[in-house]
């Protein structure tokens, strides 16, 4: 039978990273795994989690009660059939070295629900995709149902929404509005493609408390929104990071925008996630805004 140790794979991310920290309060022994050294960890393992043999040696000798995946990504090199092997490739190898009495949890996107245009998005919803990388992460999200429903393992998507807060990378909606932000003289106006586009700001500080939540819950197996269940506009965030970083211009909607989205609104709702583990999101918009103004090297 699996012990109560936690064993995370990719743990080098930086959502990884803050979600090691937080787990590490805990009395579980917490493993890791990633491809590159990791100084924090104590017990950490090099290798490649697309290598079964690997995999289930490693997952064998950890006996984890809980295995966390935050392997995935929103590009990759090749065609998009390579796109859904990242995203759902070791979700599909842990299904073969590690079922039985474990619970797995990879991460899932809101990218899955891509035009779909109700006020708040739950996870019983019609779902349409706008993106390759929304498509990838529903395949995963549906292997993992699929699977469920077959064997009843216990496995969690976790759909996560837009990230903010310490450290966020510069691939991310909010940091690149950040770093443009940054680049203002003081009395600078900022002008935006579309700051009336709306979406659910979460911060990284609040997601990794929230998967501490759902390991440390009798949650049943499914997809889980992972959100604050706040509407906000690019003008909001932007805003906040103005204030931040103590600039005085005004914030202006570019006459001949070069950008629009064609998702309006992307907000979730966080129902389904609150009744599974009592846990909500804590931290303000300005108070993500001021932590993620406070780091300039953020980690990739």
């Known amino acids: 039978m699996p012990s109560d140790s936690i064993l995370i794979l990719g743990s080098n991310s930086y959502l990884a990273r803050q979600t090691f920290s937080e787990l590490l309060k805990s009395d579980r022994r917490v493993s890791t795994v990633s491809r590159q050294p990791q100084p924090e960890s104590d017990f950490h393992t090099v290798g490649d989690c697309f290598d079964e043999a690997f995999l289930a040696d490693v997952v064998s000798r950890v006996?984890?009660?809980?295995?966390?995946?935050?392997?995935?990504?929103?590009?990759?090199p090749g065609n998009y059939a390579d796109l859904v092997t990242l995203n759902c490739g070791v979700l599909q190898q842990l299904c073969r070295v590690a079922l039985e009495g474990v619970k797995?949890?990879?991460i899932g996107s809101a990218a899955e629900y891509g035009a779909a245009t109700e006020e708040f998005l739950t996870e019983y919803q019609e779902v349409k995709p706008a993106s390759?990388?929304?498509?990838?992460?529903l395949a995963q999200s549906a292997f993992a149902t699929g699977v469920t429903h077959l064997t009843g393992a216990h496995?969690?998507?976790?759909?996560?929404f837009n990230?903010?807060?310490?450290?966020?990378p510069s691939t991310l909606i909010s940091e690149k509005i950040r770093q443009r932000v940054v680049d203002l003289e003081t009395s600078e106006d900022l002008i935006l493609d579309d700051p009336d586009m709306t979406r659910d700001f979460i911060d990284v500080a609040d997601v990794?408390?929230?998967l501490v939540a759902l390991?440390?819950?009798?949650?049943?197996?499914?997809?889980?929104n992972l959100c604050s269940g706040r509407a906000t506009s690019l003008a909001e965030l932007a805003a906040a990071f103005m204030t931040s970083h103590e600039k005085k211009g005004f914030l202006k909607k570019a006459e001949k925008p070069e950008f629009r989205s064609p998702v309006r609104r992307a907000v979730g709702s966080t129902n389904k996630f609150l009744a599974a583990t009592k846990w909500s999101a804590s931290?303000?918009?300005?108070?993500s805004a001021n932590d993620q103004a406070a780091v300039t090297t953020p980690l990739l």
Do not use: W
Not at 63 to 76: E, L, M, Q, R
Not at 132 to 137: C, L
Not at 215 to 224: F, T
Not at 283 to 287: A, S, V
């Open 63 to 76: 006996n984890p009660a809980t295995i966390i995946s935050f392997i995935g990504g929103p590009t990759c």
């Open 104 to 106: 797995v949890i990879s």
């Open 132 to 137: 390759d990388y929304g498509h990838a992460k």
């Open 155 to 160: 496995l969690i998507i976790v759909r996560l």
């Open 163 to 168: 990230l903010i807060g310490s450290n966020t």
């Open 208 to 210: 990794a408390s929230g």
């Open 215 to 224: 390991v440390e819950s009798d949650c049943k197996a499914g997809i889980y």
């Open 283 to 287: 931290r303000t918009l300005q108070q």
